[in-house]
């Protein structure tokens, strides 16, 4: 069975920091990009970050350039999401999501095959 399972979320004040998790299973890892997305209220779905956790390649939106920071840990099948100096606009809920690296279409989630149920990311101004 497949599964994504994100964790980590939480609230805090601008200028902090959280640490997103998510903890894949179910699928060939190395063969895989895994994104981190965001959807705030009323808004559309953004994609955040990307890696292929195959050869470590990476992809962030301008938004959050300088700021986040992807890394996995291949044998543990995780990828996290370090986010730092969090502002109010980056509140939403994060979701994680898994395709094959040579089918996806970053930042897009075409080709996004398994996603995770979300954890979600409150910035205080």
């Known amino acids: 069975e497949v599964q994504l399972v994100e964790s980590g979320g939480g609230l805090v004040q601008a200028g902090g920091s959280l640490r997103l998790s998510c903890a894949a299973s179910?699928?060939?890892?190395?063969?895989?990009?895994i994104g981190w997305f965001r959807q705030a209220p009323g808004k559309e779905r953004e994609g955040v970050s990307f890696i292929v956790s195959g050869d470590g390649s990476t992809y962030y939106a301008d938004s959050v350039k300088g700021r986040f920071t992807i890394s996995t840990d291949n044998a543990k099948n995780t990828v996290s999401l370090q986010m730092n100096s969090l502002k109010p606009e980056d509140t939403a809920v994060y979701y994680c999501?898994?395709?094959?690296?040579?089918?996806?279409?970053?930042?897009?989630?075409?080709?996004?095959?398994?996603w995770g149920k979300g954890t979600p990311v409150t910035v205080s101004s």
């Open positions: 179910g699928f060939p890892f190395d063969d895989y990009a």
């Open positions: 999501a898994a395709g094959l690296h040579n089918r996806v279409a970053v930042p897009s989630s075409y080709g996004m095959d398994y």
